[in-house]
Nanobody
Framework: VQLQASGGGLVQAGGSLRFSCAASRRAFSSGTIGWFRQAPGKEREFVAAISWSGSSTYYGDSAKGRSLISRNNSESPVFLQMNNLKPEDTAVYYC?????????????????WGQGTQVTVSS
């Protein structure tokens, strides 16, 4: 199973980015699909997740109020829209699949990982 993450880049503070995570149907057919990020010297941090059905969404503290995770249907990629980006959002962003519906924020529960996409927010 391969996950394809895209959407990172260089953006000014206050700007927005839209991430996309695509994978085989098998990877998105159970559990949760999530986004995590990791900045140099820091632990991996939960950003957001969505249940495989799309019916439930979950957000980390850093993403609440300025992010939206979504998918159109069971065949579609998962999208993460992040607005009002800040320099502290600078990190490598990873999508992951096969996570736990009980612990969508726990990166250790995810079975599949994408390659990561770099986000740099300039002040």
């Amino acid at each position: 199973v391969q996950l394809q993450a895209s959407g990172g880049g260089l953006v000014q503070a206050g700007g927005s980015l839209r991430f996309s995570c695509a994978a085989s149907r098998r990877a998105f057919s159970s559990g949760t699909i999530g986004w995590f990020r990791q900045a140099p010297g820091k632990e991996r941090e939960f950003v957001a997740a969505i249940s495989w059905s799309g019916s439930s969404t979950y957000y980390g503290d850093s993403a609440k109020g300025r992010s939206l995770i979504s998918r159109n249907n069971s065949e579609s990629p998962v999208f993460l829209q992040m607005n009002n980006l800040k320099p502290e959002d600078t990190a490598v962003y990873y999508c992951a699949a096969g996570g736990s519906l009980r612990r969508p924020y726990d990166y250790r529960a995810y079975n599949y990982w994408g390659q990561g996409t770099q986000v740099t927010v300039s002040s």
